[in-house]
């Protein structure tokens, strides 16, 4: 067991626990430690045979988990991206011993209340927005010098932002003047040009959303851990992904039904179930375990929650 002195709630928690079935002697990775709710509850119920690898961009993350990992032999932490991830457990000997892995995608609640990483729109801050502050470039710097084509691209393609085509032009032309190097200057530039006002969202989420996934090369990350834990995964592994926007859930939803086709072949083929699923098993590797998302109970506990889903997949026996 373990504490940390943040107050933090992971989304879906117990669900996401009970969807990755876990075996006590199993091996898992927790693709998104944050602050360790779901490694928490892994551990919880691992024997001492049992192994769980966590990663992180974020150094704080990395922080708490080395603090674990030093009461907990069972208990791995790396600093390192999604798409490194098959690298690490191809180094420790494991790809294809890997029962369940977790994916919480997104950012955090204590990434979103820290001031000096500017995610929040709410918040004033440095204009930041990396996950890992230790490279790449801000969104503060990439504001600077991106093209007016480049900002409308990234707002439409990452937020399907509506007014992208205005608020890139008054990000354009404020920029000459005025840097814009801090989250609540950039909040204030959409609220004061954007048109419409939804009740149950800010001006400014979309256009947030869209930069932080640009600058931290987020859908791409996603892209690679997805295709990768087909190798990684076991048989009967459990994938197991919490998303909390359209773009994040139609990749893992596209992914899971490409993968889990059902093949249909014309009757009076002279062929055996064996030998139709060893002609198409390179398309028929997961069995789409369905959806959940969170009750009314949690969301009224935690608004961060409103807007997740969770799916789960299961790799085929073969």
Known sequence: MFHTNYDHKSVLLEEAIQALNINSTGVYIDGTFGLGGHSKLILSK?????????????????????????????????????????????????IGSVNGI????????????????????????????????????SAAEWLSKASLENIIWVLKTFGEERFAKIIAKVIVSTRRYKPIVRSIILSKLI???????????????????????????????IIQVLEDS???????????VISFNSLEDRLVKNFIRDHSCIISMPPKIPLTDYQ??????S??????MG???PSKQEIKRNTCARSAILRCAEKLFI
């Open 291 to 293: 959806k959940l998302m």
């Open 46 to 94: 691992l024997t001492k045979q049992g192994r769980l690898l966590a990663i992180d961009r974020d150094w704080t993350s990395i922080k708490i988990g080395k603090i674990i990992a030093d009461r907990d032999s069972r208990f791995t932490i790396i600093h390192s991206t999604f798409s490194k991830i098959n690298k690490h457990i191809n180094n420790m000997g494991l």
């Open 230 to 240: 087909l190798a990684m995964l076991s048989p009967l592994g459990r994938l197991v």
């Open 102 to 137: 977790l994916l919480d995608l997104g950012v955090s609640a204590f990434q979103l209340n820290d001031d000096s990483r500017g995610f929040s729109f709410m918040r004033d801050g440095p204009l930041d927005m990396r996950m890992d502050i230790s490279s790449g470039q």
């Open 283 to 288: 398309k028929h590797k997961l069995k789409d």
């Open 191 to 221: 609220c004061d040009i954007v048109p419409y006002r939804s009740m149950h969202k800010h001006p400014a989420t979309k256009s947030f959303l869209a930069i932080r996934m640009y600058i931290n090369n987020e859908l791409e990350e």
């Open 276 to 281: 139709i699923f060893n002609k198409y098993k």
